[in-house]
């Protein structure tokens, strides 16, 4: 039942290391297992297939999350007849299963590289031809100590870029992965989750937005691929706390502002340019709609034009 399949996957989390896999990090004690309930909800209706390439930790929690969601989730392993893979395929849901890395690929138009950092540029060569097919990166930026023991930001090309660059048929979609743990209990701090997502085809990006919407946090457009350099900087912000050994957590949340735009035109004032992709932008899922510019209007006064 899925109370009793999400009760498995919160007590399987606490023995995750949460920094390992946590781009971002996230709050302090993990989520206590909940008591079945009488009338468990009933399961999702069944959505489209994602290919999770690697049965590792991140696979371990994405996966199952996703097949409590309807999705079809087609494992990609090098050794599918494991007993941990053979488990974690019977956790994902009724229609799960795993075949060879290039065979899950095939089969589902969306593919999640769930693969060490270190290898994913090499990894998605390996997968035959995603033509067409979004692939989805999660991995964090490369990892070097400064002389002070903090992180060096050594980035100036994300790991998504470089997969682009490489195969530029691919619909290539970066995301800032959260704690893990929050695709088990995305309330778990009573406050979503922020979940960048950033690639160069917009359709991509949507189509990425409402799979992270169904799994109960908050995409946010990031906009073309470059962007993602971004991330692997909030991400060495985030690991801060974890270095100095302090008992605290901190994970992205984009909080709604006063949009100046309602206000005056901040294209045309502060030269920023304007999108190519402005006429088709992705469309992301809202929970609740955002307030109108009439809205603002009236909760705010006048401000008249900008400072010179």
């Not at 949460?18 to 069944?46: R, T």
């Not at 994602?50 to 494992?75: D, E, F, K």
Request: charged share 20%.
């Amino acid at each position: 039942m899925p109370t009793r399949l999400r009760t498995h996957q919160l007590r399987h989390v606490r023995h995750l290391v949460f920094g390992a896999l946590a781009v971002a990090s996230a709050c302090g004690s993990p989520p206590a297992a909940k008591a079945p309930a009488e009338n468990p909800p009933a399961p999702a209706a069944e959505k489209g297939a994602v290919a999770i390439i690697g049965t590792g930790t991140l696979a371990g929690a994405l996966g199952p999350a996703l097949g409590t969601q309807g999705y079809r989730v087609i494992y990609g392993s090098r050794g599918p007849g494991r007993d941990a893979v053979r488990a974690l395929v019977q956790r994902s849901g009724p229609h799960a299963s795993v075949v060879s890395p290039p065979d899950a690929a095939a089969q589902a138009p969306v593919v999640v590289l769930a693969v060490p950092g270190e290898v994913v540029v090499d990894v998605a060569g390996t997968l035959g031809d995603l033509s067409g097919k979004v692939v989805i990166d999660v991995s964090g930026g490369e990892k070097k100590v400064a002389p002070d023991g903090y992180q060096e930001l050594t980035s100036d090309s994300a790991r998504a870029e470089q997969i682009q660059s490489r195969h530029p048929t691919m619909r290539v979609v970066r995301i800032n992965l959260p704690n893990i743990v929050y695709f088990m209990d995305p309330l778990l701090t009573k406050t979503r989750a922020t979940v960048f997502v950033a690639g160069n085809d917009p359709k991509a990006r949507e189509t990425v937005a409402n799979i992270i919407f169904d799994l109960g946090v908050d995409p946010w457009d990031a906009g073309p691929l470059r962007f993602a350099r971004l991330f692997d900087a909030f991400n060495t912000l985030a690991s801060i706390p974890g270095q100095q050994r302090r008992a605290e957590g901190y994970q992205v949340v984009m909080m709604p502002t006063v949009p100046f735009s309602c206000f005056f035109d901040m294209v045309q004032y502060f030269k920023f340019g304007e999108p190519v992709e402005l006429k088709q932008l992705p469309k992301f899922p809202r929970r609740e709609p955002a307030p109108s510019c009439e809205e603002w209007q009236r909760r705010l006064p006048p401000m008249g034009p900008p400072p010179q």
